[in-house]
């Protein structure tokens, strides 16, 4: 009659787990996975953006100062076919 009022047993029993708990757990783990893997994916692809930035920026002025459409088109400056100071 210990049993009856909680004395009788020292630790209580594990609760069992049904197949649909086990599943569950299981499609919960793997969807965690996932988004890891998505939010790992996303940073690498934002740092490489981030450097490619950077390279444009340390790039991109000399690229525009040798560019055809700089040294042509309406707004362009007329050129002369004399070179030097003479007329």
Do not use: H, V, Y
Request: glycine share 14%.
């Amino acid at each position: 009659m210990g049993g009856l009022f909680g004395g009788g047993s020292s630790k209580p029993a594990a609760p069992i787990k049904t197949a649909a708990q086990l599943a569950a757990e299981q499609d919960a783990s793997a969807a965690r996975a996932r988004a890891d893997e998505r939010a790992e994916a996303s940073e690498i692809s934002e740092r490489q953006g981030a450097q490619r930035r950077r390279r444009l920026r340390r790039t991109g002025g000399l690229r525009l100062l040798f560019s055809s459409a700089r040294m042509e088109g309406p707004d362009a400056p007329p050129t002369t076919s004399n070179l030097g100071g003479g007329q």
